[in-house]
């Protein structure tokens, strides 16, 4: 069977990307080769300016620093699964999310005091933005310490 999609992709082999436009061809708009809608709970965007985190669809602009949406990357389905099991989201000083996996939870809770744990705390999750990163792990938590 030729289905839109198929004849699209063979035409897009042939001509430049301008010469679709003014045909009113977009290869993007093909829903065969954008299957998203079909299950919009099961993936997470990523900005790549300010590595905030999207869930279920592709969002127009970035809430935090309103970079275009075309620009998220996809992120793993699998690997944000197992990722959300073991590990605690929560919204860091400037808005963000970051993760704090249970391993570097418990090692936070070793810290008797409660305000220096909060100080730690902070401590890490401006470390973790600063450096990009989106993960607080245990050894960060250990490092902190030390
Ligand atoms: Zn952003």
Redesign the pocket.
Known sequence: MITTSVVNEAIGKLLPPKALKAMGIDLNASPAKHPKDASPFSLSFQ?P??S?IQHEKRPEV?P??S?GGETFTVLDVGEADSEAKDSVEVTAFDGHQLKWTKEALEELEQIPEELAREQIRLKLEKQTRTRKQTVITKEMVTAALS
Request: aromatic letters at 0%; hydrophobic letters at 25%; glycine letters at 0%.
């Open positions: 900005c300016d300010c905030h970035c935090i620093c970079a």
